[in-house]
């Protein structure tokens, strides 16, 4: 188990990414040059780029809740209050031939905590929420490489900035996953206008600014989420390109 104050994983600068891949993948994805490819050639080339690995942190349960709304506990029926997200992924992989394909089939799982900073399925100083699954789930992504969640905008909790976790799995060989964690953070100034509502506006204490928090150091300003609101509820796309990471059995 990772602790959650320790980031993990590599940052790869745009440079560096597209000097991994090479002068052929530099010059596809910059350019979505077409060619042969594993699958649709996205228009959004330029969001082709491997972005930063963040650990995966101390609460991460594996307990397969496929779902695409997460608010609900499956053990007591509730539904956890906050500002509703609409939370949509638009997953890529960067092909042999360097190019942007379409990532159907991936497995996206996602977490995180509730207005009150509580993480469900788990036990800390906190309290206790173990035997609760809410804002817990995983879907996979369509032939198009999409995943949506409905959700809310996270609490906070001592010691991190707002954030929400993530987790790419892949099928790979050998019937083993290529795996991608991160986080998404979100602006301070978004943060505080959310925040100053209810349920939010009742958790007392000292938020941490992304600018203070040492995860959010290591890549955090690539892995923000466009949020825009609308009549109450917030709305966010994130594209991101998978690049063979960690195997697991």
Request: charged letters at 20%; one cysteine or more; aromatic letters at 8%.
């Amino acid at each position: 188990m990772h602790n959650d104050d320790k980031p993990v994983g590599q940052l790869l600068s745009r440079r560096r990414a597209l000097a991994f891949f090479g002068a052929t993948a530099a010059a596809s994805v910059a350019h979505g040059i077409s060619g042969t490819s594993s699958g649709p050639v996205l228009a959004a080339a330029p969001d082709c780029i491997a972005i930063p690995e963040q650990t995966e942190g101390p609460y991460f349960v594996d307990r397969a809740l496929e779902r695409s709304d997460i608010r609900l506990d499956p053990a007591t029926g509730r539904s956890t209050p906050g500002v509703p997200l609409a939370l949509r992924f638009e997953l890529s992989q960067i092909a042999s031939s360097g190019q942007c394909v379409v990532l159907p089939n991936a497995q996206v799982d996602v977490w995180h905590c509730d207005a009150a900073g509580v993480y469900s399925g788990v036990e800390d100083r906190r309290g206790s929420a173990a035997d609760q699954m809410f804002l817990r789930g995983y879907q996979r992504s369509s032939k198009d490489g999409v995943v949506q969640f409905t959700t809310i905008y996270p609490g906070w909790y001592p010691g991190r900035t707002v954030h929400i976790h993530f987790k790419i799995g892949v099928p790979s060989t050998g019937g083993r996953t290529d795996e991608f964690t991160s986080q998404l953070y979100f602006s301070d100034e978004l943060t505080n206008r959310i925040h100053a509502r209810e349920p939010y506006s009742t958790h007392r204490g000292q938020r941490l600014l992304n600018s203070r928090d040492m995860i959010f150091r290591e890549g955090g300003s690539q892995l923000m989420l466009p949020v825009v609101e609308v009549e109450g509820r917030c709305q966010a796309t994130f594209r991101i390109a998978m690049r063979p990471g960690r195997a697991r059995a």
